[in-house]
């Protein structure tokens, strides 16, 4: 699934280096967002839209140590602004049982009051949906002809992500079609994994992060791998 180009900086003046680099950064409208595990950016002031690289180094500095309850800004997301009409909503929730996607016809920031839009469909573990079970499902979703077509290819393998990846969630909001050459875009997206399958996991070079959106101290993270052995 493509996504818009992109840098993650810690340093304003790293976004002003990169943009003697990065033709897209000086030519491109930008957006800059927190890069951090906190629910409603956009209603929080952490994402900005249609900057210039000027605007986005200010922006960015603005962020960056800004404290959000007990979490504080580190890093931000600096991307390429996609043009698109329509913004939609795709998720994949796991359980005991299995897992259970979740699918809009209209997401973005206000999936929540959109939320009686919101189409499920259960997956049971070791099943793995058709692309014509998964096409059907994306007509319920109010989606219709190709889109519908195209939004189930992507669910199927957003399935296999999530299997693959040991995820434990998977959404991506919003879900665009970018008007420069009509293509599926995921312009925001978070997964949650099961840290306790690291060991399968070679290319796993991250710390885990609380629920609250910090990182883990150093004796919560002892604690965490004497459970995981126990």
Known sequence: ?????????MDPNRLEQLGEANKWLRESKLVVKAHEAVGGRFKLGL???GLNLREAVEAAREMIGREIGTAAVRQVIVAEMLEHDEEYYVCINGNRDGAEVLLSNRGGVDIE???DTVRRLFIPIDENPSIERLTEFACEAGFSGEIAERVGEIVSRLVLCFDNEDAQSIEI???VIRKSDMRFAALDAVMNVDYDARFRHADWDFKPVSEIGRPFTEAELQIMEIDARI
Do not use: S
Not at 1 to 9: H, Q, S, T
């Open 173 to 175: 909001n919003p879900l």
């Open 1 to 9: 699934i493509p996504v818009p180009n992109y840098v993650v900086i």
């Open 113 to 115: 009051e959109n939320w």
């Open 47 to 49: 994402v900005k839209l």
